[in-house]
């Protein structure tokens, strides 16, 4: 789930059980509970080269920007009123790009270790971080009116039809001109199949298979792009950003 290597030449993946249904929710809160409280964890093991995070974090505002430049009820520049980081680990997303994009950001994140970073942290006394949920996104049921739902690296601990009712929630909560953004890793598996990580219990999809969620959460992708910037030996997953509106 975390950015991870390419391992896909490794082995294919057994395709005799759909790899949602080997998700066990338990386990991974373990496996991220059991991980110290920092920014470099929410990273594996790439956490190690900070590098990695500031391209990656420009990557997502340069897709921003460009989706912005799409939704002309939008002022380019202005800030979003309301964002919320989903799968928010202790908030590296939010501190190195969305409290420059939002106003406030919300947070939701199911393990309590890292949401009491989010809590105490600077960002909260300044009034940027906003309301914090700690609960996993297949129990989150959002009632404001959010203006960015950026969720990322973390709904491959969602099954498929628990992806397409948070995809499906979500679009009910974004405001007339709000956007969903949902920045993943792609599967690389040679049979095309979406692949199942048993280290944190999660599954990383096919873009075939995000796009067929996004559709039956009726949602369009109205931007998507790959991420670029990162040295070709370390032979990463690919990492691909959606932007998605409701379907009119
Ligand atoms: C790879 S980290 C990514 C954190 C953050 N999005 C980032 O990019 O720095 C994955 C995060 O997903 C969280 N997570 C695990 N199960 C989840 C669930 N059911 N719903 C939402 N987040 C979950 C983990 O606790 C962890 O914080």
């Not at 790439?46 to 002309?72: A, D, M």
């Not at 953004?181 to 598996?189: A, F, P, Y």
Request: glycine share 8%.
């Amino acid at each position: 789930m975390s950015p991870s290597t390419d391992r896909a030449d490794e082995a294919s993946q057994d395709t005799s059980v759909p790899a949602d249904s080997k998700i066990n929710h338990a386990a991974s809160i373990n496996y991220w509970s059991s991980l110290p409280s920092t920014t470099s964890n929410m990273l594996g093991m790439l956490g190690t080269y900070p590098w990695y995070s500031r391209i990656e974090l420009q990557g997502s505002k340069n897709f921003l920007t460009k989706v912005r430049r799409l939704l002309p009820a939008l002022q380019p520049n202005g800030k979003f009123n309301l964002g919320v980081d989903c799968g928010a680990g202790v908030g590296r997303v939010t501190e190195g790009f969305l409290r420059h994009v939002c106003a406030v950001v919300d947070a939701v994140e199911p393990v309590s270790k890292f949401t009491q970073v989010l809590q105490e942290g600077q960002l909260k006394k300044d009034g940027v971080v906003g309301d914090i949920y700690t609960v996993g996104l297949e129990n989150w049921f959002p009632e404001k009116k959010y203006d960015l739902i950026w969720t990322q690296w973390c709904v491959g601990h969602l099954t498929d039809s628990q992806l397409i009712q948070y995809v499906s929630r979500c679009r009910n909560s974004l405001t007339e001109s709000g956007i969903m953004v949902i920045k993943e890793n792609l599967s690389t598996d040679p049979g095309d199949q979406d692949m199942y990580d048993d280290v944190d219990s999660s599954v990383t999809r096919t873009d075939a298979k995000f796009k067929q969620i996004f559709d039956a959460a009726g949602m369009d992708v109205i931007k998507s792009e790959i991420q670029t910037g990162f040295p070709k030996q370390f032979k990463l997953l690919p990492v691909k950003s959606y932007a998605l509106r409701p379907k009119i």
